[in-house]
């Protein structure tokens, strides 16, 4: 090969395509730039590109750092398969999508859910003729109602909600989406696998932006979603001509992340429970949502639906008499805990939904929705505690 070709050629071949010795394997899967995979011959490339032969053979359609991630969230969320997406956005496209294949092109969804999501039904798959029910989740007859009067493709929810953190009976949901014979879509980002399965209680597809738990560290935006078996070669398929595949670095920076999810997410719990327990306490707060609550309205839920001991790493607190003006004085006085958009990274962050997540629904709307104008969220980091609460005190004292 080396003596017979020209520059230009040598250029383009010497030292690539080398094969690792027979017996050596990197202890961590590298981050696999290459676009396009070669075979020894003609046919077995023929065979793979017709799906008669499992292997890769360009980017978009698979690549061996996402097949690693890939397996991993479809183990860790007892599904068949997983496929990794460049965002959390492109995830649920994806998956939503694939739901409505060969299904009626109606969607029964949660009215608590992410902006963006929303956004997505409203400006995306209504325009393409599919008709969005909302109805409240964590209403079981309300929902069951919807879904049984407009017999949807596809039933919508999240597993925990933002930023009131309610928890609808996904069980019980999926038992009446069966029924009609609705695939049952969830986006389980802010429960991670660790917390809760939705495949276990009847969900068809999961859905998580890797960008917040799984990724961990605020350096990495992806998607994941993880099939049952029915749906995997319909996503797959329909992923091969859309397109929204996860780069590789950013699919190895994931399963970098990923390594310490398990350590990140019980300490981020652990914290969440501590910071929630000390301002119901705190005489500038008026009042505190959090999962453990024995009061909280979706006690029940979370009980059938959570894993032992743990109610997830998000606190939401309204601060008493506040405005936005004072809202904004208490996070200038934050000086370790992040105040941004995001959640799940090491780092506590604090999220003023008035001016993020809920900043294009309007005021009326937001009232109805329960999210006043005092109300902050705070995502729990793994710092240690001391430091957490300390900082939200100095806040806090900012507040005239
Ligand atoms: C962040 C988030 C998304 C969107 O994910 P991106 O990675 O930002 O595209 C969807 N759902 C929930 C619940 C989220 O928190």
């Not at 014979?181 to 969830?186: D, I, M």
Request: include cysteine; charged fraction near 20%; glycine fraction near 8%.
């Amino acid at each position: 090969m080396e003596a017979a070709m020209k520059i230009d050629s040598e250029l383009v071949h010497v030292g690539e395509r080398k094969r690792l010795n027979a017996d050596a394997i990197p202890s961590t899967t590298p981050i696999y730039l290459g676009t396009t995979y070669l075979y020894e011959s003609a046919a077995t490339l023929d065979s793979v590109m017709g799906h008669h032969r499992e292997g890769h053979s360009y980017s978009r359609y698979s690549n061996p750092t996402n097949e690693a991630l890939e397996q991993l969230m479809a183990m860790l969320e007892h599904g068949y398969g997983a496929l990794a997406t460049a965002s959390g956005m492109a995830a649920l496209a994806i998956a939503l999508e694939t739901a409505l294949l060969d299904r009626p092109r109606s969607i029964v969804a949660a009215r608590s859910i992410y902006g963006a999501t929303i956004s997505l039904l409203d400006q995306i798959f209504v325009t393409q003729g599919v008709e969005i029910t909302y109805a409240d989740a964590c209403d079981l007859d309300a929902f069951t109602a919807a879904i049984e009067k407009s017999k949807p493709g596809c039933v919508f929810l999240e597993s925990i909600s933002n930023p009131l953190l309610r928890v609808a009976r996904l069980d019980k949901i999926a038992d009446a989406a069966r029924a009609v014979g609705a695939a049952v879509v969830v986006d389980s980002t802010f429960a991670t696998p660790l917390l809760m399965r939705p495949l276990d209680f009847g969900a068809h597809l999961v859905v998580h932006s890797a960008t917040k738990y799984l990724g961990g560290h605020g350096d990495v935006l992806g998607g994941i979603v993880v099939s049952d078996e029915a749906h995997y070669a319909a996503m797959r398929s329909l992923a091969r001509i859309l397109g929204p595949s996860l780069g590789s670095f950013e699919a190895y920076l994931t399963l970098r992340g990923m390594k310490t999810l398990a350590l990140r997410f019980r300490r981020q719990c652990e914290n969440a429970k501590a910071l929630a327990e000390w301002l119901r306490t705190h005489p500038k707060v008026e009042r505190v949502y959090y999962c453990s609550d024995a009061s909280h309205p979706d006690a029940e839920a979370i009980r059938a639906l959570f894993a032992p001991g743990l109610f997830g790493a998000i606190v939401s607190f309204e601060i008493k008499g506040a405005d936005k003006s004072k809202i904004f004085a208490f996070m200038d006085g934050l000086k370790m805990i992040v105040p941004g958009t995001s959640l799940g990274d090491v780092h506590t962050l604090l999220l003023y939904p008035l001016i993020a997540s809920h900043r294009d629904v309007a005021p009326k709307m937001r009232e109805r929705m329960g999210i006043r104008d005092n109300l902050v969220r705070v995502a729990a980091g793994i710092e240690d505690f001391e430091d957490i609460r300390s900082d939200l005190e100095k806040g806090l004292a900012g507040i005239q």
